[in-house]
């Protein structure tokens, strides 16, 4: 027996739909990469988005195929996705921060058909495409003439039904950053991407309503710009973009637009913060700052709850859509201390209704929510991944569980806390290190920038952590001095048996630290202590 309600598939398009409708005028502000601004509204992506719709059409594409962008974050990009979804296209986000090799392997992987690119990646597009063997169309953002996006649209007169079907069609492809192995594709749905953006509005997640204006320092290219174009779309929010990634501008754009949501990874406010110190601009406006895609540091979270935002720490994976949990605050929030609170919000968070999470052991026990039990985390639910694309088999277990690859414990009251990527953790005499927490202990020592900690062959205890760590400018701050401030924050037998200072440090190509390499580079690191 059927129940008695509407058949009313949850397709993407319809998200872009009520925006135009309910928040036509709400304004998306780009910041272009030569320096000039625009400004456009949701009733005014809307109709790009149908004009872009009609042009594929004509250019031959079909409901499946992979329509990619390779592309900062600005209002052509976000018109660009619902047009592609909007026809029955799958919209392929490429990260042109990743090396030729994987852009090769990725675009030909996944058979895109059209590129849509920025200006700035022309070399990149002209080194490349010899060897993308699907892409048969080639249209610039911001380039002019009838190949340029605005040239393309405007032979259309954006009268468009977009294409309908069942809600588990496909929509999305992201790949995996790939540190290890090929990238390997994730291709969300549009039943899995509505869901989840109805639950990434809410206050314990990305909280956002109509009265948001968010400026996505997540760039589009990575893991869906975590829903913000699709959870904006639904709240009706304003949205600022910028095509540079120049804290100077990004704080400017903050206080010229009022911005009160603002999203990225960590490194993002490293260089605020060397922004804010030179110059004593701050951002004032605001209220929501979401971190996530690495563990944020405490001494980050408390210098960003100073200056009246709430912090909300997320951890997710493309795998995931990306959302997994994001710390949001507890009913009894406003009793605890600031320490107390600063301990909550470096956690990962609550587990949100739509994902349910378990940490299991090496056999697959699940263990107990005690704050202390550490195992392998693994996650399931709607907006979770099953299968790669194109793979032969699931990733999944019988259960549906995914394994993520974090190493985490969650806490009594429900907290979930990741303490390393399960490649990562140091392992000393049978016990494990958290190189993330020793690494954020480090960039709350004063004149450390940033650091990294590695595990290093040690004859007796296996492996012992070595940290590399990158000075403030101007700071001459020494091991002792480093290792007197872990000292208190981590065990002693935590503490790196070496520290060495180095000029910069790897990132992947969505910012995280690259501990493949630096573990490749020190290979044959032998420690002073073993020397
Ligand atoms: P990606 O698919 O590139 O977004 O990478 C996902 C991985 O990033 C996760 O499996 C975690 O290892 C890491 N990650 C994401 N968010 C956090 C966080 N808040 N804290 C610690 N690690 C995180």
């Known amino acids: 027996m059927l129940g008695g309600m509407q058949d009313f598939e949850l397709r993407v398009p319809r998200l872009l739909d009520h925006a135009a409708r309910e928040h036509g005028g709400r304004e998306i502000v780009t910041y272009w990469a030569d320096g000039h601004e625009t400004r456009t509204s949701w009733a005014g992506i809307a109709r790009d988005a149908k004009k872009l719709a009609q042009a594929l059409v004509k250019m031959g594409m079909n409901p499946g195929d992979r329509i990619a962008t390779l592309a900062m974050n600005h209002s052509r990009h976000l018109a660009a996705w619902y047009g592609a979804i909007g026809m029955g296209g799958v919209i392929h986000t490429l990260n042109p921060r990743l090396f030729d090799e994987q852009l090769v392997y990725i675009a030909n992987h996944a058979e895109d058909r059209v590129l849509l690119y920025d200006k700035q990646f022309q070399p990149l597009v002209d080194r490349l495409k010899s060897q993308w063997t699907s892409i048969e169309q080639y249209i610039c953002f911001d380039g002019e003439g009838p190949t340029s996006f605005e040239g393309i649209i405007a032979l259309e007169d954006g009268h468009y039904q977009w294409h309908e079907g069942p809600e588990r069609d496909p929509c999305?492809?992201?790949?995996?950053?790939?540190?290890?192995?090929?990238?390997?594709?994730?291709?969300?749905?549009?039943?899995?991407?509505?869901?989840?953006?109805?639950?990434?509005?809410?206050?314990?997640?990305?909280?956002i309503s109509s009265q948001a204006v968010i400026l996505p320092v997540v760039p589009m290219f990575h893991a869906a710009a975590w829903g913000l174009p699709f959870a904006g779309a639904l709240s009706g929010a304003k949205f600022v973009y910028a095509c540079v990634n120049d804290?100077?501008?990004?704080?400017?754009?903050?206080?010229?637009?009022?911005?009160t949501h603002s999203a990225g990874v960590p490194t993002v406010w490293l260089s605020m913060f060397q922004h804010i110190d030179a110059t004593g601009e701050a951002p004032r406006y605001l209220k929501q700052v979401t971190i996530g895609g690495s563990a944020a540091p405490r001494a980050m979270i408390e210098r960003i709850m100073g200056m009246g935002a709430r912090v909300a720490h997320l951890w997710g994976m493309t795998e995931t859509s990306p959302i997994g949990t994001a710390g949001a605050p507890p009913p009894h929030w406003d009793e605890l201390s600031l320490g107390e609170q600063l301990d909550m919000v470096c956690k990962q968070g609550q587990i949100p209704f739509g994902v349910e999470l378990r940490v299991v052991d090496d056999d697959d026990v699940e263990q107990p929510r005690d704050g202390a039990s550490s195992g392998r985390l693994q996650i399931r639910g709607p907006w979770v991944i099953k299968r790669y694309f194109k793979a032969e088999a699931d990733c999944v277990d019988a259960e549906n569980w995914f394994d993520t690859g974090d190493v985490a414990v969650i806490?009594?009251?429900?907290?979930?806390?990741?303490?390393?990527?399960?490649?990562?953790?140091?392992?000393s005499g049978g016990e494990w290190i958290s190189s993330v927490d020793l690494e954020n202990a480090a960039v709350g020592c004063p004149g450390v920038a940033e650091a990294a900690a590695i595990g290093i062959y040690h004859p007796k205890w296996d492996e012992r952590p070595l940290l590399l760590v990158v000075r403030k400018a101007g700071s001459d701050v020494s091991p002792a001095e480093i290792n007197a401030h872990l000292a208190a924050h981590v065990a002693k037998w935590w503490l790196p048996d070496e520290i060495l200072f180095v000029d910069d440090l790897p990132h992947t190509a969505t910012g995280k630290l690259l501990k493949t390499a630096l573990r490749a580079q020190y290979k044959d690191h032998r420690l002073a202590s073993v020397a």
């Open 247 to 259: 804290a100077a501008v990004l704080c400017r754009l903050m206080n010229q637009e009022k911005v």
């Open 172 to 207: 999305m492809l992201c790949y995996t950053s790939g540190t290890t192995g090929n990238p390997k594709g994730v291709l969300y749905e549009h039943r899995s991407t509505m869901i989840h953006a109805m639950a990434g509005v809410s206050p314990w997640l990305l909280n």
């Open 411 to 427: 806490h009594p009251d429900g907290t979930m806390q990741i303490t390393d990527r399960a490649k990562d953790v140091i392992k």
